[in-house]
């Protein structure tokens, strides 16, 4: 279909399909202006129950509980799939394909069951079937295994792709609790369904590795090739031990992905604690890949949510646009040039690590605080020593609370004259990153 | 130009260059048969002595020390240039432009400080210039702010994307070793320049920064809008208190990216070794980018180096062969259906994490280590205690050197029946994932 509009039909009003929505509508000024010059239009969105409440920023015209209302929609040219699940979702997913309509979805039962045959009829009708948010939500692995690292043989994955099992096993970390308290808290914080047992016995995992596996190899690999083995027998006790042999338990799903000799298979082990992975706590995800020639690379971010997961949407949506717009590969297209406010270094602000010699008599804190709060900069902590200094001179180790940069310099440069102070040796900035 | 063939004029022909033109000749299978149709070749190669010795791969009739040989050849409709530093590279870089070839580069000079211009000749030239390996070489950065995660408000950008500084300063970590220490054993390793003033200083990270901040805002962005301070002031007592703290000193790249109060600096800083970040060792690299809706992403890799970087350019370029046979986004070219090898799981084999409840007396250990030599399985270590055992019961638990999963499983269920031994209550794998 030649056009300059994508309309997009959404089917599923879920979470992730209320953050799509959203952002289709309130953040289209990023989604439109910046990357493509192909308009892209939220048409049409499918519920199940056209009488609930929906959010204030979804006209109800936009709204229906048919399908055939966006599914026979001439105009709609890209459908958006989030109803999960299986028969209803792929009947609809098999006729945007005969209609020769762009496909989005995040079904990743779909794709690793079915992802085979739909791909090759997307590609024999001339579509784009994209599906980045079906592996570890937004974090980007199945375009970089399409793009960036194509040109490399993969022969090993490593991934954490269930943030519920990672969740229960981080909280298990510590030795002292049990499987079913564990699970518990993950239900009661909703990051495990009231039926967990997708999640605990692998079986999301193990859609997720068939998903990146099949395209690494590029052939049909499904969640049956997949050997699987959950988390339930893990015992607290057995924690305590990993932890006093060096490792940690983590669920994996690994891929050894040598054509010759594939080996598929989710299941819990001990890995050791100086390896990344074991370091991916809560919720969170990540993603290893071993190839040749790029050596080993990892990806890390969460791994589900609707937030995470719109952004994978959206992605996808854009690069169908870009398509569209034949534009392609890593093209900006409206380079701008307008004004960047730019903050002056000295203008920021953080916490600072500072060592200093000084006189090891009484007052010279004092001084130094006195100093500081003239310009609105105060200690935080204080570690004085006497590490191996000539006599009465004492290194002093402070950590300041949040300060100006410009400010920080001013005090410095008082603090260096005065006469109680040998020198300032070191000043490093502290970063916060949350 | 319209064509079925990519003929590639490779400019330079140092380490990063040699691996792309191995791989172009010795793994064409990858590179051609399976993402693209489009066939690639490798046309020439500009050297700078023509009489030095070359790889045996490469046929003497495609060398040349002519850069017109390539620059003027109608046939070669790709461009790599990996001849780094400045004015030399840029020429050939414009000419290309002008004559409309399409362009990939790793040179990360080039792009800070005139990427805005080219990108916007290339754009209007409807060419591609593609850059991929000129921040952490083959760690996807630049495709997936392009791709994956364009939809985003991208806010912040933590980087460590220079491994020279990153190794100086994980060695000086323990607190025990100067900054010119460090440096010498980097250069005697190679991984530090014998005048390292460019990494040491940051201004390396400073040209990668200023490139992420250019695509991320859009706009045109160079060295000189990145504050910068190097890491040659540090002491080694500096590492051993921020140590004692709970901080590790890392040089970041950090990017605050509100459009209308932006911060680009590179400097030494303290952060909190809970943060993934503060894991990254030695020649590593890693991103973080920060956004809505995405959260928190990590990239993390090996950010120099002829394998990693090739990994990149061979990417670009295989990027530029789908464009030119506009099969864009993520479409699998070929989906093949050929019979895939798997090994069993049973015939998998791992170390194991094992625990069991046995009789407390003489002669249980023996009796378990000869069922399990009869399976060819060795214990590599033992820990037993009585962890809160009832009366002459004794926990006992050990892990295995490397067995196939089917002989440990005859070999448990040979234990399972000794009466010495009460239960088999636990068996996980190791990955060793090195």
């Known amino acids: 279909m030649e056009t300059e509009n ?146 490399n043989h993969i022969n ?111 299941h819990p082990c001990l890995i050791s604690n100086d390896h990344l992975l074991a370091k991916v706590e809560g919720v969170y995800n990540a993603i290893e890949i071993q190839g040749n020639p790029i050596g080993n690379i990892i990806f890390h971010g969460e791994g589900a949510g609707p937030k995470s997961t719109s952004s994978a949407i959206l992605g996808d949506i854009i690069s169908i646009a870009n398509n569209i717009s034949n534009k392609g590969a890593n093209s900006p297209v409206n380079i701008t040039d307008t004004t960047i406010r730019y903050i002056d270094y000295i203008h920021t602000s953080s916490s600072y690590y500072m060592r200093m010699s000084v006189q090891d008599k009484p007052g010279v804190l004092a001084e130094i605080s006195s100093i500081l709060g003239k310009y609105n900069i105060s200690i935080a902590s204080v570690l004085q020593t006497t590490h191996n200094q000539p006599d009465n001179i004492a290194e002093l180790v402070m950590i300041t609370h949040p300060a100006v940069v410009n400010n920080l310099n001013t005090a410095i440069s008082q603090i260096e004259k005065s006469n109680q102070i040998k020198s300032v040796d070191s000043l490093v900035r502290i970063e916060d990153l949350n």
């Open 6 to 151: 994508i309309n997009i039909g959404l089917l599923g009003l879920g979470t992730v399909g209320t953050e799509v929505a959203y952002q289709l509508i309130h953040n289209n000024n990023i989604i439109n202006n910046q990357k493509s010059k192909v308009q892209i239009n939220l048409s049409k969105v499918l519920v199940n129950d056209i009488n609930k409440k929906r959010p204030d920023f979804l006209p109800t015209d936009k709204i229906t509980d048919n399908p055939n209302d966006i599914l026979n929609d001439n105009n709609i040219n890209l459908i958006v799939e989030l109803i999960g699940g299986d028969q209803i979702a792929l009947d609809m997913i098999n006729q945007a394909v005969d209609k020769k309509v762009n496909i989005v979805t995040a079904n990743k039962l779909i794709m690793s069951k079915y992802g085979h045959e739909l791909l090759t009829r997307a590609k024999n009708n001339g579509i784009l079937l994209l599906y980045e948010a079906s592996v570890g939500a937004g974090i980007p692995i199945i375009g970089p295994l399409y793009h960036s690292l194509t040109a």
């Open 156 to 266: 090993r994955i490593n991934a954490i792709i269930n943030g519920t099992t990672n969740y229960i096993l981080s909280n298990m970390s510590t030795g002292t609790q049990t499987f079913e308290n564990a699970l518990k808290q993950a239900q009661n914080l909703g990051y495990a369904e009231s039926d967990p047992t997708s999640d605990i016995e692998g079986i999301d995992a193990a859609y997720k590795l068939s998903i990146l596996a099949s395209i690494v190899l590029n052939n049909r690999i499904t969640e049956e090739d997949v050997y699987r083995e959950g988390i339930t027998k893990l015992s607290a006790v057995d924690f305590k031990y990993a932890k006093d042999l060096g490792y940690t338990i983590k669920l994996l799903a690994i891929g050894e992905l040598d054509p010759e000799n594939v080996s598929l298979r989710v």
